[in-house]
């Protein structure tokens, strides 16, 4: 199946301390197919928010190139959804206008997606906190926010960068349920960053795996699970040993 979005031998360095460079990712080939759920993985300075941002726009490669598919530029230019480690919402704005940001940001009238908004608040639990104020609102529910702002535009793509780490355990487990049952509903072509085994075999068609510093894909994990994947999943003989394989690939 061709990619809606391909990452073509990328190499990203970044200036350390203005005198020499540090290669961040290298040689990186990873594509993403319509409607599928990929997850990367890694140690903590591997790249992965590096490729996200790559992805997103925000960096240019230093070698190598981002290849978009003809259907990825079809339409409009509500390509793109990202939803951050931290929720960024604005404090001086409601819960509703901050789900409606990035209308105002792509130019068109808030007003038109307000009914949007409002369907995205009730499927995560969110009706009746539409004029609450972020300070008002739990880690959780904070999360849940941003989840529907990175939505509100009916993008092709959402990338999503370990979004749900700083959550507890219960929150996170409340999260990924709700996450499962938005791509399903809405079939969003996603890409995930996260250091969570668990959350990646849960949510994902497809693990990639990343190597140390600079970071390489050191390979991919197919994911067999049929959709939708209940949380108690994670118990199962089979999950766990999806998970043990890929933290095994992750330490040698």
Known sequence: MESLVR????????RSNGRRYLTAVSN?????????????VGRSGCGKTTLLKVVAGLIKPDEGEVAYSERFFNGSKKKIGVMFQSPLLLPWRNVL??????????GE????????????????????????YPWELSGGMQQRVALCRALIHRPQLLLLDEPFSSLDAIT?????????????????????????????VLLSDR?????????????????PFK???????????????????IKSMLSE
């Open 7 to 14: 990452l073509k031998n990328v190499t990203v360095r970044y």
């Open 227 to 245: 959709r939708p994947r209940n949380i108690s999943l994670q118990y199962s003989k089979e999950f766990n040993e999806y998970v043990a394989k």
């Open 207 to 223: 693990v990639v795996v990343m190597s140390g510093k600079p970071g390489r894909v050191k390979t991919e994990v197919e994911i």
């Open 97 to 106: 206008e901050n789900i409606l940001l990035p209308i105002e940001i792509i």
């Open 109 to 132: 009238d808030p007003a038109n997606y307000v009914e949007r908004a409002l369907i995205l608040m009730e499927r995560t639990g969110l009706r009746g906190f539409e004029y609450s």
């Open 172 to 200: 996170r487990e409340e999260m990924w349920v709700l996450l499962e049952s938005v791509f399903l509903y809405e079939n969003y072509t996603t890409l995930l960053v996260t250091h969570d085994i668990r959350e990646a």
């Open 28 to 40: 990186v080939d990873l594509g993403v197919s319509p409607g599928e759920f990929v997850a990367v």
